[in-house]
């Protein structure tokens, strides 16, 4: 069985979220994360729950083919707080 996606087939979406907290230097570092989640709608639940815990938390979003390297620009589903750009 291939991995590679056919045409016209939806491509699979990447949905994550991070949350991050300052370090004792000043910088930002990943405190939870990053985490697969199984819907957007969950992803932005689970990123609401964190925003009053860290210091910035982010739930995005992406169509990705990992086999052909292939990845959409993200969508931003829920952000809040300090987060560092991200690419």
């Known amino acids: 069985m291939s ?4 045409p ?3 491509k699979p979406k990447l949905i994550v979220v991070v ?4 370090g004792e230097d000043g910088e930002l570092f990943v405190a939870f ?4 989640q199984q819907s957007e709608d969950r992803a932005v639940r689970a990123a609401k729950a964190l925003a ?7 739930a995005w979003s992406r169509e990705a083919d990992p086999a052909s390297g292939d ?3 993200s969508t931003t589903l829920f ?3 300090e987060i560092p750009d991200i690419e």
């Open 71 to 73: 990845y959409r620009p």
């Open 52 to 58: 009053g815990k860290h210091v910035g938390v982010i």
């Open 8 to 10: 016209g087939q939806k």
């Open 19 to 22: 949350a991050f907290d300052r």
């Open 79 to 81: 952000a809040s707080g």
């Open 33 to 36: 994360g990053p985490v697969d």
């Open 3 to 6: 991995d590679h996606v056919l």
